[in-house]
T-cell receptor, first 113, second 111 residues
Framework: DGGITQSPKYLFRKEGQNVTLSCEQNLNHDAMYWYRQDPGQGLRLIYYSQIVNDFQKGDIAEGYSVSREKKESFPLTVTSAQKNPTAFYLC????????????FGDGTRLSIL | SQKIEQNSEALNIQEGKTATLTCNYT??????LQWYRQDPGRGPVFLLLIRENEKEKRKERLKVTFDTTLKQSLFHITASQPADSATYLCALPTGANNLFFGTGTRLTVIP
């Protein structure tokens, strides 16, 4: 079945450490997105990518980095510069941007040790 | 800046009744609006899209309306079931052609 796979499901980070969240899709979608979800808040866009080797900052990109070397993969690195990284991170993809529905993975919950 | 308000954080309803969720928006005139369902610990799942020239859209027990004058969308679930219990999110396109999500309404259907 086609879909989006995020791993790991749970991740713990030590202070000062960078961690990378994986996102893989086999839907042949061009566009991919990373969101952060905090309790009581809507999904907030971190980064998005329209096509391979291209990505743009979203609303809260500070302290995060991404790469898009392959169409299927869009990993997110949470750097030590992100001072409040504890959150639920969601990856999504869509056929292209615009009105196309977004398909989401089941998220990675990141916590600080 | 854009703002989305979903009617309440939580809505409890008796099984078999119609659940009505509200999505109000300001400072924007979107060409379409989307609704998603999110279960605890899972990613959102797309349900319906309605465009600005459509007054109403239906899918099985779901119905969405879009009133561009009132700047409001209503999401109805008829003959609600306990399995419909989830958080429902509305989302609007931004000027950058991404989606802006509301905070959601947590629906509980009581048997």
């Amino acid at each position: 079945d086609g879909g989006i796979t995020q791993s790991p499901k749970y991740l713990f980070r030590k202070e000062g450490q960078n961690v990378t969240l994986s996102c893989e899709q086999n839907l042949n979608h061009d566009a991919m997105y990373w969101y952060r979800q905090d309790p009581g808040q809507g999904l907030r866009l971190i980064y998005y990518s329209q096509i391979v080797n291209d990505f743009q900052k979203g609303d809260i990109a500070e302290g995060y980095s991404v790469s898009r070397e392959k169409k299927e993969s869009f990993p997110l690195t949470v750097t030590s510069a992100q001072k409040n990284p504890t959150a639920f991170y969601l990856c999504a993809s869509s056929l292209d941007r615009g009105s196309q529905p977004q398909h989401f993975g089941d998220g990675t919950r990141l916590s600080i040790l | 800046s854009q703002k989305i308000e979903q009617n309440s954080e939580a809505l409890n309803i008796q099984e078999g009744k119609t659940a009505t969720l509200t999505c109000n928006y300001t400072n924007y005139s979107p060409a379409y609006l989307q609704w998603y369902r999110q279960d605890p610990g899972r990613g959102p799942v797309f349900l319906l899209l309605i465009r600005e020239n459509e007054k109403e859209k239906r899918k099985e027990r779901l119905k969405v309306t879009f009133d561009t004058t009132l700047k409001q969308s209503l999401f109805h679930i008829t003959a609600s079931q306990p399995a419909d219990s989830a958080t429902y999110l509305c989302a609007l396109p931004t000027g950058a052609n991404n989606l802006f999500f509301g905070t959601g309404t947590r629906l509980t259907v009581i048997p």
